[in-house]
């Protein structure tokens, strides 16, 4: 019978399928490891597409497993983890959780003290103590601990509790890399690109990006396709370009989905997925997305693609554009008001409005240029 570190096995090899099967088996099983890697799993959109409401699901049976069974370090860890971030239904309480940390800590615990490092790095339940935080990390970074070595390399990148050193850093992000932690391949790709601690080489940055986007680590992803869409390390490849985001949007990003939708509705690049795009573009409005909310309000408005034309509908998608943000949404705004385009009635004072809010708009572009 398989066990859960056959489950972890397969996750390393990429064998994604059989590791959820394996887990899913022992989740039934009453394993909360297993619960509370599936629910990770598809919170996070890695190695899986992302799913809240069964990453919620599986939280909640794992958080029941995890209370049946007697106390023990790894119990305070992902105990802690539930009320850091309020997984599943349970409510947040960051003091609580600190607190399990500090018990786990006590008893050396490697997982409570390197996440309790990081709960002191940022502030998150207790005071800010860059200090502490390095005190409680320096001494893990060779524990043979993946998460504790990434967070020794973050503390020499971005100096918390001690001094910026990027050859340091490089050096454990390699060290976390081999371990299995995927964000230290990103950032080493990141640092590779950038040339901090290590000469600036674009191809080996690519290799790093290439690598974590195998477990689909959404930043990976996003960067791989913006290498191969402007020929970064690599040749430029727009349908390369167009694959890595399609798998950025479908971890759940909504700024993925934009840019998804965005490329399917491009006749530039000939991709003709008009109805995908719309779908893409529509779940990103979901996620209130201002760029894909007045996309989405152009194509109501015009009908185009085999839409329905709604003029109120997309008026609608102007206004919430720019509530939440997108700015040149207003030009729209403000024509359907004196057109009356999707909209009835004296509308003076928002015409009033909105002409003074182009007018700025005009003039801030104006000044920039």
Known sequence: MANFLDGIENLKKGDFTKAIEIFDELSKQGDYRASYQLAQ??????????????????????FKQLNDVEDSNEKLYLLSTFYLYGLGTVAKDEFKAVELLERGAKNKDINCMTLLANCYRNGIGAEKDDEKAFELIKDLKDSGHPIATKVYAD????????????????????????LGDVSSLFMLGTLYHE????????????????????????????NAAYFYGHGIGTEKNLKLEADFIKLYA????????????NMCLDMNR?????????????????????????????IYETGLYGTFKNEKVAFNHYIVSYNLGYKPAAFDVLRCLKMHI????????????FEKICEELRNSSNARA
Do not use: W
């Not at 940055?205 to 195998?214: P, V």
């Open 41 to 62: 799993m598809y919170n996070q959109g890695m190695s899986v597409k992302k799913d809240l409401e069964t990453s919620g699901e599986y939280f909640d049976v794992a």
């Open 155 to 178: 503390c020499k990148m971005f100096g918390n509790g001690t001094e910026v050193d990027y050859k340091e850093a490089v050096k454990y992000y390699e060290k976390a890399s081999q």
């Open 195 to 222: 040339g901090k601690g290590v000469e600036v080489d674009d191809k080996k940055s690519l290799e790093y990006f290439l690598e974590a986007s195998k477990y689909k680590y959404p930043d990976a992803l996003k």
């Open 250 to 261: 479908d971890t759940g990003a909504a700024d993925g989905m934009y840019l998804y939708g």
């Open 270 to 298: 000939g991709l003709f997925k008009y109805e995908e795009g719309i779908d893409y573009l529509k779940r990103a409005t979901q996620l209130k997305e201002p760029r894909a909310t007045h996309l989405v309000g152009r």
């Open 342 to 353: 999707g909209v009835e009635g004296n509308n003076q004072n928002k015409i009033e409005e």
